[in-house]
DNA sequence: CGAAAACTTGATTCCGTTCAACACATGTGG
DNA sequence: CCACATGTGTTGAACGGAATCAAGTTTTCG
């Protein structure tokens, strides 16, 4: 078990799952703001791996310091137990989309989450930002092969839906990607809730 | 949001979400214990949803009664995160299984963690036990469909790994059959860690 | 500048879907 | 108790989406 959480201050981080074969699932991307490995420190047996995606910045923090925390000051475990709730709810929807969506729907959905995740995160615009990934993690994201990344991706810019230049990405029809993708933001949770859990 | 959270005491549930052409992903079985729809009382907007797979039996708790138990409570707090920690645990595993195995894996996988699960909760044995799902609800479990799921079971009982009368199921061969589904029941969380969280 | 990483493209193969028919159970009302 | 309807499981044939294999090209970076 880890001795620390950490607090991701600047750049992209991911959460992985490999199989025995060799095969590799990216659970989640994380991003300024995100504690990444408080699942990990709470269970004892880490199930799954965190990557750096880019250069970042992280605070370390104590798992003791963390429990203190979760277990003294209900406001603080509300938070985080809300965050926990949050993170599951996109696993869901992350398990829909590999699960019963097609390689174009499935890529849609994943550009249409980006956009609204960067704003929020105030790292980009909804409709042009830079996606800080190469197309073998999309890949790996997506369930997919980096081949059949490609081509989808090119597929989505033929139809005009977006364009893109080596990682920028733009958004030409928001409302046509977000309807490729059946994207419906609801699972992310984006609204303040503050007054629920 | 639910008034209620409910407690199951007999039978199965499952949660599930829907695409909006209509494809059904299963994201959780669950059985005798489970809080089924914790989740969704916690969260203002639920964001997929609760079904019976059996008759059931189930208690009604009212939510403000759990939200009291959840924050004045430290020792039910615990419990209840760590539900919510296993639970994501395991939805992690289902996006693995589905992103990134093969038909004969994904349902080796599922049969194991079946298996398990159902001994666990005083069900079953590990190697002999009811599958309380139809092959369609297997089929949205895995994200796949009814008729390949028809095949990929014979396969596996054409192999010796299985024997199937109707819904039950017998483990000819457990080894292989873990080894088939690549399964590894570290992320089902089961030994008892009370002094983690 | 040169090497490695990332991206692109084409040809081929294959796993899983789709479509369609049929068999077998289960259950219901006459 | 049978007739019939419905749900579930089984099987076959044809199709198609994505994987695989393999070769390029472009970008990045030391």
Redo the contacts with the bound molecule.
């Keep these: 078990m880890q001795k620390h959480s950490c607090l991701l201050l600047r750049g992209f981080a991911y959460r992985h799952k490999v199989t025995g074969e060799g095969g590799r699932q990216i659970m989640s991307i994380h991003m300024k703001g995100d504690v990444v490995d408080l699942q990990n420190s709470l269970l004892r047996r880490s199930d799954h791996n965190v990557q750096a995606l880019t250069n970042i910045d992280v605070a370390y923090i104590p798992v003791e310091c963390v429990r203190e925390l979760a277990f003294d000051r209900p406001n603080v475990s509300k938070a985080m137990w809300y965050e926990t709730l949050v993170d599951a709810s996109i696993f869901r929807e992350w398990t829909l989309n590999v699960g019963r969506r097609?390689?174009?729907e499935?890529a849609a959905h994943l550009l249409c989450e980006f956009a609204l995740r960067l704003e929020v995160a105030g790292l980009g615009a909804q409709l042009h930002y830079e996606l800080p990934?190469?197309?073998?993690?999309?890949?790996d994201a997506l369930?997919?092969?980096?081949?059949?990344?490609?081509?989808?991706?090119?597929g989505l810019e033929a139809e005009g839906l977006i364009e893109?230049t080596?990682?920028s990405v733009i958004i030409g029809d928001w409302k046509a990607l977000a309807t490729v993708g059946d994207f419906d933001p609801n699972y992310l949770h984006l609204e303040p809730e503050l007054g629920t859990v």
């Design positions: 097609h390689a174009r499935r990934m190469t197309q073998e993690q999309l890949a369930g997919m092969t980096p081949v059949h990344v490609n081509r989808t991706l090119k893109r080596r990682r």
